[in-house]
């Protein structure tokens, strides 16, 4: 939905704003498209014959070089919690740019410590979830997530849905179960995919109830048929994203939960599109199916447009990352995490799990 001050208003206009972005100087799309296909790798695509050229943002619209405004119903895909250079997080993270822009974990900064902390407030009481690992982005967490998986339980085979989409990266490529999103290499990680819970679209060609959610109870045979047996880990996205918003049945991760946990493997939530009160009543996508994971990655969202994300556990598995070192240069900067302290803030504050 679009805005243009040189265009009559219509019953479809946005409602005014007082925010104004100063008049945009910098090349225009012709011009930015020209030095994409110079300068970038042609793996980067666009989106629309004529791209959008975003110059200006401010809480729920963008501006493009025109200065024409546009709700943005794709917050950066899925990545701008709480809008567009909010002001206070602007202003923290530019107290924190004043302040310091880049240590490392090797020496003490207060920022990632707090934010830590934070998140595991926001975990299920008593479920042990109170150790964080921080990273960059939603792939770097799921590498993470499944490496210790693989390291606590001495097992090699990851359970994942096809459906599902975990990232980008050689190993979270080979979790993806969306062929448009793989490209056609041998994987580091020995995975299979099970059916999802998809309703609408049953695998099965079933009807819920009457099912008794055959497409949960399936992945105990993929573990016997498929797997040596023994499993790692099973990771899942509570709602599916990119697959296209799929909401499995009630009963589904319980179900799964307790198959994999039988065969020795734990279980990972990737919350990077479905964590943070996006589902409303609760502040993790998993809460809703009644389970507790043994692992939860976040990303996106934590950092309201900064490079953030977490991979959040208990502290025995988290401990296996002490049999060899280990580093992220930038897991955990100051004034990444700066912003997800505010967003997080920002959340209760503003009450805004309550309008998701």
Known sequence: MTDDSAVSRSSLSLPPCDFRPPAYSGPGPEEILALRERY???GLFTYYREPLCVVAG?????????????????????????GHCHPEVTRRAAEQLGHLVHTTTIYLHPTIALLARELARHMP???GLGVTYFANSGSEANDLATMMARLHTGKGHVLALRNGYHGGTQATMAL???GTWKYPISSPLQVAHSAPGYCYRCPFGLSYPSCDVKCARAIEEIIRYETSGEVACFIAEAIQGVGGVVIPPPEYFKIVYEIVRRYGGLCIADEVQVGLGRTGKHFWGFENWGVVPDMVTTAKGIGNGAPLAACITRAEIAGQM????????????????????????????????ANA
Request: aromatic share 8%.
């Open 40 to 42: 970038l790798s042609p």
């Open 322 to 353: 002490t049999r060899r070192l280990h580093f992220n240069t930038f897991g955990g900067n100051p004034v990444s995490v700066t912003q997800g302290l505010a967003v997080l803030d920002i959340l209760e504050r503003e009450q805004l799990q």
């Open 125 to 127: 009481a008593d479920s």
């Open 176 to 178: 993806t179960a969306i």
């Open 58 to 82: 401010h809480l729920q619209y963008v501006w493009d070089h025109t200065g024409r405004r546009y709700l943005d119903a794709l917050a950066g895909i899925a990545t701008i919690t709480v």
